[in-house]
């Protein structure tokens, strides 16, 4: 192992050691390749050397037992956390935050989303219950990648979806603290005032001058329906830009799958329900599909819960019975479509 400048010629280099933030949270595990976002945020974090390569003189390290498999998705998501609580920090303050700033932070997610095929493996993990809107937002910005890839969106079109996806509910920073974290309900003149978020977001991106007026517009339309219910215009679905029905997608399905204080998360297929249901007249029935589609083309090869109980492997999925795959307990095949007593009930990823 050694110990060596950090600069952009360690790009492909292994990592010699965890690297922990201030709080004693693991930032990159031992073993990660580096790569050119990782070097910048460590810049930024006011690193100037790191360990790179191995050390078999380092087996007894204290923290050997906590290095984690290399998993470039949570490290992305991870900096990409920090670096929009910075950003939002600075919203708070009122400093003027460019498009140079939300731009970095899309980045750190951007190519490792488009690369990795199950998101949802990562997303799963990484959920904390602090920090929820900035989690959220990345959680958001990951899906709405995903479902733009699967909608042949270009290059260009990905990474302006990715920043509004980042900054979709910039406009909380506005809410007080008491009525955002509030766990029991909210009070109607409460409930008022969280629906004030996107026109807040959306003054906040006007203020950033970022080049693509699509950004603050899904910003804007992020909670808008299909049928004109939404708010804060009520605007009709042809009205609503594309990137605002797919944002409104993503949102609703990392909310439902999130946990909070005052609910439990929604297993996968039960929120896939829901949303299913809730795109007949409020989200946008397309944007529903591909993200469906998604959803069960990663299935196979995860562990499922049954309503019996037990834990199975699912092998092939039944796309029109998402809950009755094809599944396999010890060396034994089992048709759900055949067996109507037994169903998928949660998956594990
Ligand atoms: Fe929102
Ligand atoms: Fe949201």
């Known amino acids: 192992m050694e110990i060596l400048e950090l600069s952009e010629q360690l790009v ?17 595990p031992k073993g990660t390749i580096l790569q050119r976002s990782h070097i910048s945020q ?9 360990a790179v390569g191995s050390d078999d003189l380092d087996a007894n390290n204290e923290h050997d ?20 609580k910075d950003l939002m920090a600075k919203v708070s303050a009122g400093h003027l935050v460019g498009q140079g700033e939300v731009e970095e932070t899309m980045e750190l997610i951007f190519p490792t989303v488009l690369e990795t095929n199950n998101i949802l493996l990562n997303l799963q993990d990484l959920r904390r219950k602090d920090e929820y809107t900035l989690q959220h937002s ?11 890839q699967l909608m042949r969106m270009s290059q260009h079109d990905l990474k302006m979806l990715g920043m509004a996806g980042i900054l979709h509910d910039i406009g909380k920073c506005k809410i007080p603290l008491d009525i955002l974290n509030k ?27 970022l080049e693509d007026p699509r950004i603050s517009l899904a910003v804007l339309q992020h909670h808008e329906h299909q049928d004109g219910r939404g708010y804060p215009l009520k605007l009709a679905a042809g009205k609503i830009h594309l990137f605002s029905k797919i944002i409104a997608v993503a949102d ?12 439990g998360k929604m297993a996968l ?12 007249n409020h989200l946008n029935p397309q944007v529903v599909n591909k993200l469906r589609t998604y959803v069960l083309s990663i299935c196979p090869g995860a562990s499922a819960l049954l309503n019996n109980g037990d ?17 396999q307990i010890g060396d034994k095949f089992i048709n759900l479509r055949e067996h109507r007593d037994l169903w998928v009930k949660d998956i594990i990823m």
């Open 65 to 84: 037992n906590e290095t984690i498999e290399y998993n470039p998705l949570t490290q992305a998501f991870t900096l990409a956390v920090d670096n929009l």
């Open 311 to 327: 834990i199975a492997r699912i092998i092939m999925m039944n796309t029109d019975e998402p809950a009755r795959p094809l599944i």
């Open 269 to 280: 297929f039960k929120a896939m329900n829901e949303i299913l249901t809730s795109s007949v």
């Open 252 to 263: 609703v399905f990392d909310a439902m799958t999130s946990e909070r204080p005052y609910r």
């Open 183 to 209: 766990n029991g309900s909210l009070s109607e003149e409460e409930f008022r005032e969280i629906q004030k978020h996107p026109v807040y977001g959306y003054e906040i991106v006007k203020g950033m001058k």
């Open 12 to 28: 492909g280099h292994k990592l010699g050691r965890n690297i922990y933030d201030d709080s004693g949270r693991l930032l990159l």
């Open 42 to 50: 460590l810049i930024n974090m006011g690193y100037s050397k790191i």
């Open 138 to 148: 990345v959680s958001v910005s990951v899906v709405a990648l995903k479902i733009g």
